[in-house]
């Protein structure tokens, strides 16, 4: 037990107070004590050696033995314990108890948790619901319009030809593709693509300067791929943990991504945006790096 103690202990970030991120612990040069990324940069000096002038780098081990250690999911009702790294997932897309918030005006923002969300949706929105389930199966290559064509004619239904697909450029999104420099990439555990290649741009003070090959921040041409493949709108990337993300019209040079990833963080409901207010790490990254690696995107 005290082995464990010291271990976590070492790994706790000294100004936060909790055990480092797994997407930003850094180290500093000075007496090498771990610490979030995102904390340090606020504080000089340094909170254990009180020195004045040091550099951090990524705590590439520690992020590894963070992203291993096994954490409850924090959702009320739900048991489930999963490692750090997968947490964030697990809470997106896998928790039953992961809350959701109707978008109804009408609900004033109710919400429930995602096991009794179908429940709430039939409960007080049948009808709306028999009304528009029809579109979830609607398939956007053909759009019909009506249009009179003189006034003395019938109206006539015009068939406008399907827009190009990005699938006639671009390779199957599941098969090996290239990017824009040549490179072949793959989809890595983010669901991104990565080439392996050097990233261009910026240096990130988060990764270690290659494009993957599985995980975090890619090169400008992978992310045009994550962009073309999804069929993302213009304005939108895809951050480092693997979700789409894009600025709103409140807070127009910050990107949010909308995920409940954010619990921790006693200033927000949980959720990364998604209009104003706090952003989640991997969007914070995407906002450093958009200009000088993706501003032609």
């Not at 992020?63 to 997968?86: E, H």
């Amino acid at each position: 037990m005290a082995d464990d103690d010291n271990v976590t202990l070492s790994l706790t970030c000294a100004i936060c107070l909790d055990i480092a991120s797994v997407d930003n612990a850094v180290e500093t040069s000075c007496c090498h004590h771990v610490f979030c990324l995102p904390c340090i940069e606020k504080v000089k000096p340094c909170p254990t050696c009180r020195t004045e002038n040091y550099q951090t780098t990524p705590a590439y081990f520690a992020r590894r033995f963070i992203g291993n250690l096994t954490v409850a999911c924090p959702n009320d009702g739900c048991t489930v314990k999963v490692s750090r790294s997968n947490l964030a997932n697990h809470q997106a897309i896998h928790c039953y108890y992961s809350p959701i918030t109707c978008p109804d005006p009408e609900c004033q923002n109710f919400k429930c948790a995602k096991k009794f969300f179908l429940e709430h949706l039939t409960n007080k929105h049948e009808q709306f619901l028999l009304n528009n389930y029809e579109k979830l199966w609607q398939k956007p290559e053909t759009i019909e319009r009506m249009t009179i064509v003189q006034s003395n004619e019938k109206p006539q239904i015009h068939v406008e030809a399907p827009a190009p697909s990005n699938n006639d450029v671009f390779d199957d999104r599941l098969e090996r593709t290239q990017n824009k420099f040549g490179q072949y990439a793959r989809l890595g555990s983010t669901g991104k693509f990565y080439c392996g290649g050097e990233l261009d741009g910026c240096r990130c003070s988060c990764c270690n300067g290659r494009c993957g090959p599985s995980n975090g921040c890619n090169c400008s041409g992978c992310m045009l791929l994550d962009v073309q493949k999804r069929q993302l709108p213009s304005g939108w990337l895809v951050n480092r943990d693997g979700a789409s993300a894009r600025c709103s019209q409140v807070e127009t040079t910050k990107f949010y991504c909308g995920r409940m990833v954010m619990t921790h963080d006693t200033r927000t409901d949980g959720y990364c945006g998604p209009t104003n207010g706090e952003q989640c790490m991997a969007c914070q990254k995407l906002n450093e790096q958009r200009d000088q690696r993706y501003g032609e995107i």
